[in-house]
């Protein structure tokens, strides 16, 4: 059972470069959400998907894009990358947004932008 | 502002002795209270969820509260193994998203 999987782990991107990074869940989880993690500040909502084809901003979205044309699928888009972006980046999913809310981490990746 | 604040930043035990992490929230209405576990370079890892003021929940050295203010997570006797950051996350009524504190970092010394 493998979760929820981000790919890729690690990745350095120059500034104003774009990429996506990936995240998978084979749980048929309705909710999928990305965080991103800086010192001291604790995981903060990028975006979120109550389900395939519904997306929502989070707490700061800005400077990346989401679509959820499945379930399983939940691809982060970076469209013109800068250093503030870097960060730990956390792909999540649970059933639905009804009790218990058992949230389900991927593990992770670590973006650094130059 | 919904807002979730733990304390403290860090903190440094011996084996076996006992204490408290806090987590004070002020939101606007609180559908669930979460706690997880996070280890170095992994995803954080699912704990407990509280509900209602008075609730407790248990798993093995650990023990997490609600009361309408804030939540503890007492760890009883802890090892080594224990360490690792705690994160604290609240559930806001009508919005369909978590808000986490800063995380404590807790370290067990053998």
């Known amino acids: 059972n493998a979760g929820v999987t981000q790919t890729p782990k690690f990745q350095v991107l120059k500034t104003g470069q774009s990429m996506t990074l990936q995240c998978a869940q084979d749980m048929n989880h309705e909710y999928m959400s990305w965080y991103r993690q800086d010192p001291g500040m604790g995981l903060r909502l990028i975006h979120y998907s109550v389900g395939a084809g519904i997306t929502d901003q989070g707490e700061v979205p800005n400077g990346y894009n989401v679509s959820r044309s499945t379930t399983e699928d939940f691809p982060l888009r970076l469209l013109s990358a800068a250093p503030s972006q870097t960060s730990v980046y956390f792909c999540?999913?649970?059933?639905?947004?009804?009790?218990?809310?058992?949230?389900?981490f991927g593990q992770g990746t670590r973006l650094t932008v130059v | 502002e919904d807002q979730v604040t733990q304390s403290p930043e860090a903190l440094r035990l011996q084996e076996g002795e006992s204490s408290s992490l806090n987590c004070s929230y002020t939101?606007?209405?609180?559908?669930?209270l979460f706690w997880y576990r996070q280890d170095p370079g992994k995803g954080p890892e699912f704990l407990f969820t509280l509900y209602s003021a008075g609730e407790e929940k248990e798993k093995e050295r650990l023990k997490a509260t609600l009361t309408k203010k804030e939540s503890f997570l007492h760890i009883t006797a802890p090892k080594p193994e224990d360490s690792a950051t705690y994160l604290c996350?609240?559930?806001?009524?009508?919005?369909?998203?978590?808000?986490f504190g800063q995380g404590t970092r807790l370290t067990i010394n053998p």
């Open positions: 999540a999913s649970s059933y639905s947004f009804r009790a218990p809310f058992i949230t389900f």
């Open positions: 939101v606007s209405g609180l559908r669930g």
């Open positions: 996350a609240g559930l806001i009524q009508g919005a369909q998203k978590l808000v």
